[in-house]
């Protein structure tokens, strides 16, 4: 891809147009960033919308840089169907997560579509699977050029809002968590809502031991840290094909991907954890998270951030409690870590991207597939590159 292309990608924040029809690039980047008169404002590398309207109440998102290209993507689109929302954090390079956002969710729309309209579990696992089927095509037709591309992939957390019914579909360790409240206490419960996929956690370990129990090297333990084959945190992803098929991983891809001939294939898998939840007049918002919000804050201090502050900038005020965490650990001040430029920014903390979706319980019921009115729909994505 030229420069001068990548450089008219790099613009801004910006919508995404719904049905776009623009050329696209070999690996799925959409070649045009719109305005439709949603502007995003900048603090530095933080980009934020500070409140909007969706189908099922009201939203706040933000994200912030820490790496020398953007590897964080994401999405609310919100209509007649209900709505989803997408947080893919690429890992290697942002190739696999700016594919996932462009054609995910149309994925998810053209399966839906041919189902009536209806959404299921299978729905949504059969869109991350063409998904990844189309990216893993565009390896095979690049890889001798770009043998890379095969080992660049993406976590890929999403929600859909279909009538009373949420769907958390996850690959990776991405975090949705619900906040609910507790009777007429006035408190706030925190309740997760994905499953992760990442080596450090004791059950996934135990996963994929017991699915490659020849393999004695299938998780290693490397500078303190559980890695798959000793090379990568998580379990499951869109995209790391080499990791998924033998013939990508060849002299071709560096040194640090490679495996033994011997390993069994695929070890990552592309199947997300899927669960479904019922709406409930006590559900009071959802936070969805890249993993670098996570690293610096729990789910109960996400949640009572949210909860005792106003909606309108929750989202970056989230992204700043994160920032300030890792600040502290480095003990130095925020006013000083905001200064620190990207790329050298990512040694205090990764790129951060933030969605929090407040739940109108009567709204969602009224509107059916948790759309309503023409008037709240959206279609809103984070740009291509900052």
């Known amino acids: 891809m030229s420069e001068g292309f990548m450089n008219l990608l790099s ?10 029809s623009s050329e696209t690039s070999a690996v799925g980047v959409s070649a045009s ?7 995003f404002e900048k603090d530095g590398l933080l980009w934020f919308r500070d409140f909007g309207k969706y189908g099922g109440g009201d939203y706040s998102m933000a994200v912030v840089q820490a790496n020398q290209v953007l590897e964080d993507q ?3 689109e919100s209509g007649s169907f209900g709505t989803f929302v997408g947080v893919y954090d690429g890992h290697g390079g942002p190739d696999v ?8 969710f149309r994925n998810f729309q053209a399966i839906s579509a041919a189902n009536y309209g209806v959404v299921t579990a299978e729905t949504i696992r059969n869109a991350f699977l063409q998904t ?5 095509a565009i390896v095979s037709e690049l890889f001798n050029a770009r043998p890379s591309i095969a080992t660049v992939g993406t976590c890929c957390l999403v929600g859909v809002i279909y009538q009373q019914t949420l769907f958390i579909a996850n690959l990776g360790d991405s975090r949705a968590v619900l906040g609910k409240k507790v009777g007429n206490t006035g408190g706030m419960a925190a309740i997760q809502l994905s499953s992760e996929h990442n080596a450090n956690l004791e059950e996934v370990r135990h996963e994929l031991k017991s699915l490659y129990p020849d393999d004695p090297e299938i998780v290693a333990l490397k500078h303190g840290v559980w890695r798959v084959k000793g090379i990568i945190q998580v ?7 080499y990791m998924k098929y033998s013939e990508y991983n060849t ?22 954890s899927i669960l479904t939840h019922d709406i409930h007049p006590n559900d009071s918002f959802l936070i969805f998270a890249s993993d ?6 729990s789910n109960e201090e996400a949640v009572e951030i949210v909860h005792n502050n106003p909606r309108s900038g929750i989202a970056k005020r989230l992204v700043k409690a994160a920032l300030q965490e890792a600040a502290k650990k480095r003990e130095m001040r925020y006013s000083d870590l905001k200064k620190i430029d990207k790329r050298v920014r990512r040694h205090f903390h990764d790129d951060i991207t933030v969605i929090v979706l407040f739940l109108n319980y009567d709204q969602i019921c009224r509107g059916g597939g948790g759309g309503g009115g023409s008037e709240n729909s959206v279609s809103l994505r984070s740009a291509l590159e900052h």
């Open 132 to 136: 990844e089927n189309g990216f893993t």
């Open 97 to 104: 997560a700016r594919y996932v956002c462009d054609h995910l």
């Open 292 to 297: 670098g919000l996570w690293e610096h804050l």
């Open 251 to 272: 002299d071709l891809i560096a040194q640090k991907f490679r495996l033994p001939e011997s390993t069994a294939m695929p070890i990552l898998s592309a199947t997300p």
């Open 235 to 241: 379990s499951r992803s869109i995209g790391d094909v």
């Open 33 to 39: 960033c719109n305005g439709d008169g949603v502007d």
């Open 11 to 20: 613009v801004c924040w910006k919508p995404f147009i719904k049905g776009d």
């Open 74 to 76: 994401s999405q609310i």
